[in-house]
């Protein structure tokens, strides 16, 4: 792009900003609901909405209050909502057995949602991590402590077949093991599920803003050491746009960027260079950020909720996947 511009005062940029109405005709980008996926986290019992203390406002949910909660949504207008279990301590094992339980938290939650709100998308996680008494993405060798990529890879496609057998729309690998999207996208073709999506995680930075996350699925005090042996370091950024290759040309139908804020530059590479649906997770550490300091009354958490939003449209996602989705759905109406 080659921008002309007159010189002044021929030239006066303050002449759009002058009224509402040439600067809502002037606006490049925007925000809408159906940029919006929400995270939600569930947990086993009913009538259960047990708010989570790293992250005040979050709620863990039971399956039928995840229902009424993917109602509300889906009437806001919200195109997806993806699923998180905070499994019961007692069902963590080495084997991570439960993650292909077809009955397990998050596979129960699928079909209750898919029957009695069919219109929204449903989106699973796909790692180990709710399910693995040693809190990693993976299986853990006993010998070193190093999390092994292909066993992992084989319970990876078990775990997303049985979601996809639940009625997932969009299956969602965090795990950032090598040759899972390879691997999970022949299983899902063999086993007739043609039409379910595959998001990956691929530019998945070993973060400490996942923090309040890991309390929020009890993975927090499983976890030993930490996953940059898996998720990327954040000093690079070549490596995320070939990690984006390598999970496109295996078959992804989206992308993520993993935190958000942190890495929109990666968002534009990414967005420059592929072109793909791109998406954006604006995670709980951002999120508490956020609604920390609105608490506090340091800043206008509305306000900063939105323009926080607006920058993943403006670094080129198409989505964001945000805790806010309802709050931002609520005030994006009123703004109306
Ligand atoms: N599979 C783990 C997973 N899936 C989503 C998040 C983080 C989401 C958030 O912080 O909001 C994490 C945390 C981690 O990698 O330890």
């Not at 009538?47 to 203390?53: A, D, L």
């Not at 863990?60 to 919200?78: F, K, T």
């Not at 699925?217 to 690079?236: E, I």
């Not at 939003?309 to 994006?332: E, M, N, V, W």
């Amino acid at each position: 792009m080659q921008p002309v511009n007159a010189p002044y005062p021929a030239a006066r940029f303050r002449r759009a900003r002058a009224r509402a109405a040439t600067r809502a005709l002037t606006r490049q980008h925007s925000l809408t609901v159906d940029d919006l996926i929400w995270p939600v986290f569930l947990r086993d019992g009913e009538g259960v909405e047990e708010e989570i203390p790293s992250m005040p406002g979050v709620h863990r949910l039971s399956v039928d209050r995840v229902v009424e909660a993917a109602r509300r949504a889906a009437d806001l207008g919200i195109p997806a909502i993806c699923l998180f279990p905070y499994t019961d301590p007692a069902k963590k094992t080495k084997d991570c057995a439960e993650a292909w339980n077809p009955d397990n938290l998050s596979n129960t939650a699928t079909r209750a949602i898919k029957a009695e709100v069919p219109e929204i998308a449903v989106m699973t996680d796909v790692a180990l991590d709710p399910y693995n008494i040693d809190g990693h993405d993976g299986f853990v060798r006993e010998s070193d402590g190093y999390v092994v990529n292909d066993a992992t890879v084989e319970a990876l496609v078990k775990q997303a077949l049985a979601q996809a057998e639940a009625g997932a729309d969009i299956i969602g690998p965090s795990d950032m093991m090598d040759g899972r999207i390879g691997a999970l996208r022949d299983a899902l073709e063999a086993q007739g599920h043609t039409n379910v999506m595959l998001l990956s995680y691929a530019a998945k930075y070993a973060s400490a803003f996942y923090g309040p996350f890991r309390d929020a699925v009890g993975a927090s005090g499983a976890l030993k050491g930490d996953k940059k042996t898996y998720q990327m370091d954040p000093g690079n950024s070549d490596e995320a746009l070939r990690l984006v290759a390598r999970d496109l040309s295996e078959g992804a139908d989206m992308v993520m960027v993993k935190p958000g804020m942190p890495y929109l530059d990666i968002c534009r590479r990414v967005k420059d260079a592929f072109g793909a649906p791109t998406y954006a997770y604006q995670v709980s550490g951002e999120y508490a950020m956020i609604e920390g300091a609105a608490r506090a009354g340091r800043i206008d958490g509305d306000k900063a909720m939105l323009e926080s939003l607006l920058s993943f449209k403006r670094a080129g996602c198409d989505g964001i996947l945000t805790y806010f989705a309802p709050r931002a759905a609520q005030a994006l109406q009123k703004a109306q």
